[in-house]
């Protein structure tokens, strides 16, 4: 299974921005498609992007659609997500996560996850 890990994590104030990043320790992930998710307390995993595994536009959870870009490093090895213009309701721990699929938005098509890192932001 591939080892992951987040970082960029942090709290913010509303309106303001993070990016988010995903890395492997020890296998690379560049053959697989990826995934971003987050969980706020008392609720459940919900997806926020995925992208293919060579990269390309990605697609987007309609909450963040507009305000969240995902991405991949120049050798598919690391992935991004860049936070704009964001709210309250965004406050929530991110995990990244690794899928055989193409690019899916359910949590049970996924394998390999990172510990998260958490996002705090306030009004």
């Known amino acids: 299974q591939v080892q992951l890990v987040e970082s960029g994590g942090g709290l913010v104030q509303s309106g303001d921005s993070l990016r988010l990043s995903c890395s492997p320790s020890?296998?690379?992930?560049?053959?697989?498609?990826m995934g971003w998710f987050r969980q706020a307390p008392g609720k459940e995993r919900e997806f926020v992007a995925t992208?293919?595994?060579?990269?390309?536009?990605?697609l987007y959870a309609d909450s963040v659609k507009g305000r969240f870009t995902i991405s991949r490093g120049d050798t598919k090895n690391m992935v991004y997500l860049q936070m704009d213009s964001l709210k309250p309701e965004d406050t929530a721990v991110y995990y990244c996560?690794?899928?055989?699929?193409?690019?899916?938005?359910?949590?049970?098509?996924?394998?390999?996850w990172g510990q998260g890192t958490q996002v705090t932001v306030s009004s």
């Open positions: 996560a690794t899928t055989n699929w193409a690019q899916s938005m359910d949590a049970s098509q996924y394998d390999s």
């Open positions: 020890g296998q690379p992930f560049n053959k697989y498609a």
């Open positions: 992208i293919s595994l060579v990269g390309g536009p990605g």
